[in-house]
Structure formats: C-alpha cells, structure tokens
C-alpha cells in the first residue's frame, strides 16, 4: 500500500511539473533585443529617455537610425536635427554627454 501511494506521488509530480523549455521567458512578455531598431516615435522617444537615465548608449543606440530615418521622411527639419544628435551621441562614451544629448533628442519628439 505504502509503495503504491509513494509511485502515484512520484507520478503526480513528474506528471504537474511538465518537462521541457518554456516558450517565452518567466513573466511570460518576450524580451525585445537591444539592438532592434524602434518602430514608432514613443518606442524612440521612450529609448532616448531610457538612456537619458542611465547614461548609457552601447548597443541600444544602433537601432535608433532605422527610426530616425523615419522621422526625417515625415519631418525633415525634425529628422535632420535628430540625426545631427544621433552622430554626436555615437561619438561620445561619457555618461554625463550621452544623458544631455538623449535628454536633448526625447525633448525633440
């Protein structure tokens, strides 16, 4: 009787805990890469605040251009000033910089 009550144990927990890889990480929301390119004016303006925060630009800012470009098609004054940012802030590794000329970008949109 004993064994018998241990194997459905063993069996249920085998059985409830599943086995094999979840399809999207714990918490359930697919985690965008960094380096995707935004598609629409609040994702970027939401980036620029992002790294207007932290200082940090790294591999986040590569996928700024595609919407940048956007911008300027629909906004040439507004995209040309974006793009004018766009190049000091990949040629800036100083945090104080970066927080200023993203600041500067998010304010523009």
Known sequence: ??????GLCIAAV?????????????????????DAPVSSND?????????????EAGSAAAGLAPSIEQV???DPAKGAALEKD?????NTSDPAKVKEIAKRMADSL
């Open 1 to 6: 009787m004993r064994c018998s009550v241990f």
């Open 72 to 74: 300027k098609k629909s």
């Open 14 to 34: 085998l059985t409830f805990s599943g086995c094999g890889t979840p399809s999207a990480p714990q918490g359930g929301a697919a985690v965008p890469k960094s």
């Open 43 to 55: 994702e970027l303006k939401k980036m620029l605040e992002q790294m207007a925060t932290t200082g």
């Open 86 to 90: 766009f190049a000091q802030l990949q």
